[in-house]
């Protein structure tokens, strides 16, 4: 069965420190991982997927296979990225699009 | 357009309650999901519908039933809520051939 894990319940850093969100999964197919954003009082919503290897406000995450990782990074933090994160994987391909979430890590960025 | 909608926001239950927690879509989605957020769990998949007509348990559908009920709308009941189901639950929806899910607010449930 697929599992992803996000080890950090919770992650403190300074405005402008580099920041990454680790995380980690297990899937017998070709996975395909995402990283949403939860901001306070907001709804969930995506921010990057791998497929696309785009930065979205300065984020990026690569897919490292050999590691099984999809850690989520950015060189300077700031106070507006405070928020809860999750990392997803997806199965059951394209007909159901299931996800599977991690247990989310709640980064606080300090001015 | 809305977006994902769901209602209620709040609701505080009595153990042995029921109620139904609706959600609806205006973005002509097929796909439909419901998933339970609990401190320290992540979200967990209840119960998804990959189209109208279609619904399939996920990962905890234990205590809960669904109904899809046309294309738009994807209700969840609680027949006899537990405290176990104290929870935030949000409903979400998937384009056709897409794998981004497009979140509803969500519904605080407390359950007494």
């Known amino acids: 069965a697929q599992r992803v894990t996000q080890p950090e319940k919770l992650l403190s850093v300074f405005k402008g420190a580099p920041v990454e969100l680790k995380c980690n999964y297990s899937?017998?197919?070709?996975?395909?991982l995402f990283w949403y954003v939860q901001y306070s009082r907001q709804r969930l919503q995506l921010l990057l997927r791998?497929?696309s290897r785009e930065s979205i406000k300065g984020f990026t995450a690569d897919l490292n296979k050999g590691e099984t990782s999809f850690h989520l990074k950015k060189p300077f933090a700031q106070e507006e990225d405070s928020a809860m994160y999750y990392c997803?994987?997806?199965?059951?391909?394209?007909?159901?699009?299931?996800?599977?979430f991690g247990q989310g890590t709640i980064l606080t960025v300090h001015p | 357009n809305a977006g994902v909608t769901q209602t209620p926001k709040f609701q505080v239950l009595k153990t042995g309650q029921s109620m139904t927690l609706q959600c609806a879509q205006d973005?002509?989605?097929?796909?439909m999901y419901w998933y339970r957020q609990d401190p320290g769990m992540g979200l967990r998949l209840i119960y998804y519908?990959?189209?109208?007509?279609?619904?399939d348990k996920g990962e905890v559908p234990n205590g809960y039933n669904v109904s899809r009920l046309n294309k738009r709308e994807f209700s969840l009941r609680l027949e006899s809520a537990a405290p176990s189901q104290t929870s935030v639950y949000f409903c979400?929806?998937?384009?056709?051939?897409?794998?981004?899910?497009?979140f509803g607010p969500g519904t605080r449930l407390t359950v007494l």
């Open positions: 519908s990959a189209s109208e007509g279609t619904t």
């Open positions: 899937y017998s197919g070709s996975p395909e």
């Open positions: 979400a929806s998937r384009y056709p051939s897409g794998n981004e899910q497009f």
């Open positions: 973005m002509n989605h097929n796909s």
């Open positions: 997803a994987l997806i199965s059951g391909g394209t007909s159901y699009g299931k996800l599977t």
């Open positions: 791998h497929i």
